[in-house]
């Protein structure tokens, strides 16, 4: 892995972190929140979850990921049609 990947995934880290730690004002359950909030509180909850599972992922198998990154960039392009 290069410094540079090494930056980013740091950076990366660092970020799901300060969501975690990121203030909630209002429960899923609490009186006063719309369907709204506790909709974006359960989407805030999810997407922590599979950042942190991701980050595992990535962690303990790096040329896979990166072997999977590779092969949905070229099924992307080829959709695209930027590879014809």
């Known amino acids: 892995m290069t410094d540079q990947h090494r930056s980013e995934l740091h950076a990366l880290s660092?970020?799901?972190g300060n969501w975690e730690s990121?203030?909630?004002t209002a429960m899923p359950n609490a009186e006063g929140t719309t369907e709204?909030?506790?909709?974006?509180?359960e989407l805030r909850r999810q997407m922590t979850d599979v950042a942190k599972e991701a980050e595992?992922?990535?962690t303990e198998h790096p040329m896979v990921s990166i072997a999977a990154a590779?092969?949905?960039g070229m099924i992307v392009g080829r959709?695209?049609?930027a590879f014809k």
């Open 22 to 24: 990121a203030p909630v």
């Open 70 to 72: 590779f092969c949905l």
């Open 36 to 41: 709204l909030e506790r909709a974006l509180l």
């Open 79 to 81: 959709l695209s049609g």
């Open 14 to 16: 660092a970020e799901v």
């Open 56 to 58: 595992e992922m990535v």
